[in-house]
């Protein structure tokens, strides 16, 4: 069987999956946060009272910022190596690395003093600043360590970068999507004790509207699509090293490269469910949204260049 139809039967069979799942969640949704939920949250209480919950809150989006800093400090290598022009670019793909990082605590400290009930450390400059220095910290460190080992491998390691960069920026349509659907999290239901503010992932909801002097934070209705779980997808960049490194391209590195990506989403889909901060259906599309991103900027900076390299070996042989 030629690659192009295997990569058709992986589509067919990916989007058959996908609907399937979908069609299951848009049906049960509100029956299964019910039973995953049982017993994490309080009367009292909007976020979970769940010690492992809640570490999944706080730690669990990290690939998407870990794999920014790694992205961009090839990238920051790529153009010391260039020099020239490059300089400009070199010092802007340096400070998206140290933004990269200082989110990574940043988003870290943000879910834990809103957990804990401390937000008001979140106020003023003074977490941030914290964060920056540890961002700016982080991405030296990262250059020094490893600056000899990217520029060996720099052919193999800048397309692989940029395809990282590129499937992190798709988190942007996450963003873009929360706040007009508005969907309401199970959780700000159940703090109100009323489930009829429930709405289907496809329904834009008008809970915020309506409950707009009920004094529920504004996080409560960013349900659709999970942030967290698209984040824990960029681990899907490891289906990317057998691409950039041989010694990946075993059967059991090929194998690997999709078990531990998908057995890490999955397991923060379902802590984010068990939660109460996303229906089965929001983590679905999360998740599949950052599979879909690192396959498309796979095909697009790896695939298709290793095929066009060995047309062309083929072709001078």
């Known amino acids: 069987m030629s690659n192009k139809k295997k990569q058709l039967l992986s589509i067919a069979g990916l989007l058959g999956i996908f609907g399937v799942l979908l069609a299951l969640a848009t049906v049960f949704d509100l029956q299964v946060s019910h039973i995953l939920a049982d017993g994490n949250l309080a009367a009292d209480r909007y976020y979970s009272v769940s010690l492992l919950c809640n570490i999944v809150e706080i730690a669990g989006a990290w690939p998407v910022w870990t794999a920014a800093v790694f992205a961009a400090s090839v990238m920051t290598v790529y153009f010391d190596v260039k020099k020239g022009a490059g300089r400009i670019c070199e010092v802007i793909f ?13 988003d870290g400290l943000k879910y834990a003093f809103r957990i804990y ?15 920056l220095v ?3 910290v982080a991405a030296v460190l990262v250059l020094k360590l ?37 969907r309401m999290r199970f959780r700000g239901m159940h703090l109100l004790g009323d489930y009829s503010y429930f709405t289907p992932w496809y329904q ?13 934070v504004k996080d409560c209705f960013k349900s659709f699509p999970s942030g967290h779980t698209f984040s824990a997808g960029m681990s899907y960049i490891l289906i990317m090293l057998p691409d950039v490194f041989p010694r990946f391209r075993t059967s059991r590195g090929k194998i690997l490269s999709y078990v531990i990506p998908v057995c890490y989403t999955g397991f923060v889909g379902f802590f984010r469910i068990a939660a109460g901060a996303h229906f089965f259906s929001d983590v679905l599309v999360g998740g599949t949204l950052a599979y879909l991103a690192v ?3 796979r ?19």
């Open 295 to 297: 396959q498309i900027f």
């Open 134 to 136: 540890f961002g700016l």
């Open 299 to 317: 095909y697009v900076f790896l695939c298709r260049n290793r095929q066009k390299s060995e047309q062309a070996d083929r072709t001078a042989a």
């Open 94 to 106: 340096f400070c998206l690395s140290v933004l990269a990082a200082t989110l990574l605590l940043r």
């Open 204 to 216: 834009v909801s008008a809970a915020r509207e309506l409950l707009a002097d009920s004094g529920l």
């Open 146 to 182: 490893a600056y000899r080992r990217i520029r060996q491998n720099l052919d193999s390691l800048a397309p692989f970068a940029l395809a990282i960069i590129c499937s992190c920026c798709c988190y942007f349509i996450i963003e873009i999507v929360k706040s007009p659907v508005g």
């Open 117 to 131: 009930g401390r937000e008001d450390l979140l106020e003023g400059p003074g977490t941030w600043l914290v964060s």
